[in-house]
C-alpha cells in the first residue's frame, strides 16, 4: 500500500508518503515554497519531494489521504453552523465568515483545487482516490502510533477540527478510540490565537511569542477576573462566551470582536510597539489560563480512564512550557509529543488512519520507528553546485566527519555563531539539529546577541540547548524524571535546571529557571552527537545553543541556497555545510 498523506488547507500545509506503514519522507510546504506556514497552499511541492524520495510518481500512489474531512462540510456543517453556533449577536460578518467556510471545504470545491493543482505542478492529469479523514482522529494516530506506550490517553488541542476544539482518544495496541470532544466555539487554540493578536502578534503563527513574553509577567487577579468572562471552567472541561472571538463588531482583529478590547480596558497592542509591564502580566494569565484548563481536562481523563500515560497533539501541543507543566502533575506518569504536532503532522496521521483501515500489518511497529528527519538532503556534489551558482568559494573542504566536527567544536568555544547545514531536513517547527544555528550556551551575552545580529527578534525569545543523552543528568534537576529519549528529544517540553546550572549556561536558560531541552543521543543524531561531544570536550559543557537556521519571519532553510543566502545576510560567523566549511573575515 502506497500512501500520498497531506495536510492541504489552513496553516502548515504538508506531504508525507507512507508505503507500507513505513514514512519514507515527510516535509512542510513552506520550506519550498519559502511562504511562512504556506496557509491554504496544496502541498504540490512538498509532495513532488517526497514522491521522488521514495521512487515513485503520482501513479504509483493508492490513495491520497487528506488530514481533513471535507464531507462533513456538504452533510453536516451547514446544520452545525446553524444550531449549535447560532449567536443573538451573529452579525452579517460571522455569517459570510460561515459561508465561505462551507463553500471553500466542500468537497466538489476543495477536491477541484486538488485535481487542478496537482495537474499544474507537473505531477499527474489525473489524482488517485481521495480519502478524506477527520482531523483530530489523525492528530490521534500521528502521536500515539509513533509513542512507546501501549495504551495511553492521547489528548487533542487545537483551534478547531471540522467542528471540534479539544478532544480525548483512548489508544491501546493498534486501536484508537474517542472517549470525549469538546465542540467549537469552546477553543483553546482560538482562545490563545486571539489572545495573541491582541498582544500584537499574529494568531495561528506567533503563539510561540506569547508563550516566551509570559515568564516575564507575573500574576495580575484583575485580569484574571476579566479573562474568566472570555474562557472558564465549566463542569468536567471549559467553556468560551463566543461574543468575545466569534461574533459582534470587530475592527481591530479578525480573532477577536471588539468586546475584548473593552472587557479588559485597553486597546490591542500594535506589532512593534512598546511592551509594557500590563502586557507582560496578560501574557502571563494567558498561559496560566491555558495550563489550568489543560491540567483539569487531564486530570478529569485519568480518573475516568485510569491511564497515566498521555500522549498531546494540536496546535496547542506546541506550547513546551504547558508540556513541561502537564508532565510534572503526579496523575502522570509520562509525556510524548511529536515534532510535527501542529497540522502538519495530519498529513502523517492520515496516512496512518488509512494505512490501519487497510489492514496493514506491524504498523505500530514501523510507526515507532518514527524520526523527524525525513526532509530533503544534499550530497557534497550537489552542495558544490550551489557554490558555483552563487560565484561562492568555501573556506575548506573537510576530509572526513571528524575533521567538520572538531572545525566547529573550536569555533563554538571562541564564542563563534555557527550555521549547520547537515543530512536530511527535521519535520516540524523545532530545529533538530540538521538545520540550525549554533553557539556557546555558556556566554550570558550570547543570547541578545544571536536576537539583535543574527534572528532578528524580540529580546524576550529564548533560547534552547542540544544536550549529551549519556550527560543529561548534569543538566536537568533529579525530579525531571523523564530526561532522556524520546521524551525530551524534540524541543517539546519544558524543565527546570538548578541554579547552578543556569549559571553554567545562561545563553539557554529562560528569566523563569526553564529550558526547552533536545535530548541528543548517538543513536537519534549521529553527527550532531559527535560535535556536540567535541564541544563538550572543549568546554567541560556537554550541551550548545540550538535555534532554527532561519531569520524572523521566515521558514527554515531547505536547500543549500537557501542556507548561503542566511548566512550572507546575517551576522552569523561560519557555516557548516555538509562537509564544506564557510567563514567570514
Known sequence: MKILGTYPQGP???????????????????????????VDVVPVRSSA?????????????????????????????????????AHPDKDEYSELFESISLATKHPSYFDKKLVISYFRSGLGDILPPRAYCTHHLSHAYSVFYPSPFERALILVIDGSGENVATSFWIGEGER????????????????????TEYLGFSGFSDEGKVMGLAPYGQADPDIRMRLDKVIRESGDGYEVDPGFLYYGPRSQSFRHTNRLSELL???????DSELTAWHRNLAWEVQHKLECLVERLLRWAI?????????????VAMNCKMNGALSKLDEVDRLFVLPASSDAGCAYGSALVLEHQRGGSHLREKAQAF????????????IAEAFEEAKLKPSRLCENDEELCEIVADRLAVGRIVGWFQGRMEVGERALGNRSILAHPGMAEMKDKLNREVKRREAFRPFAPSILAER????FL?????????????????????????????????VDGSIRPQVVSSRSNPLYHRMISAFWRRTGMPAILNTSFNVRGEPIVCTPLDALRCFYSTGLDVLAIGRYIVEKQ
Open 303 to 315: 480518573v475516568e480512564t485510569g491511564i497515566r500515560d498521555v500522549c498531546i497533539s494540536g496546535g
Open 371 to 382: 524520526t523527524p528527519y525525513l526532509g530533503p538532503g544534499f550530497s557534497d556534489a550537489q
Open 478 to 510: 533529579p525530579r525531571e524524571t523523564e530526561a532522556y529519549e524520546p521524551y525530551h528529544a524534540w524541543m517539546l517540553k519544558a524543565a527546570l535546571v538548578s541554579p547552578a546550572v543556569a549559571e553554567k549556561i545562561p545563553a539557554v536558560v529562560h
Open 176 to 195: 484508537i478510540s474517542l472517549l470525549k470532544s469538546i465542540p467549537v466555539p469552546h477553543s483553546l487554540g482560538f482562545f490563545y490565537a486571539a489572545m
Open 12 to 38: 502548515n500545509t504538508a506531504a508525507c508518503v507512507v508505503v507500507d506503514g513505513t514514512c519514507m519522507a515527510f516535509a512542510e510546504e513552506e520550506r519550498f515554497i519559502r511562504q511562512k506556514k504556506a
Open 265 to 271: 480596558g485597553m486597546p490591542p497592542r500594535k506589532r
Open 49 to 85: 519531494y517526497c514522491l521522488k524520495e521514495a521512487g515513485l510518481t503520482l501513479d504509483d500512489i493508492d490513495v491520497l489521504g487528506i488530514g481533513w474531512n471535507n464531507e462533513l462540510y456538504r452533510d453536516r456543517m451547514a446544520d452545525f453552523f446553524r444550531t449549535e453556533m
Open 472 to 475: 543529561a543528568n548534569e543538566i
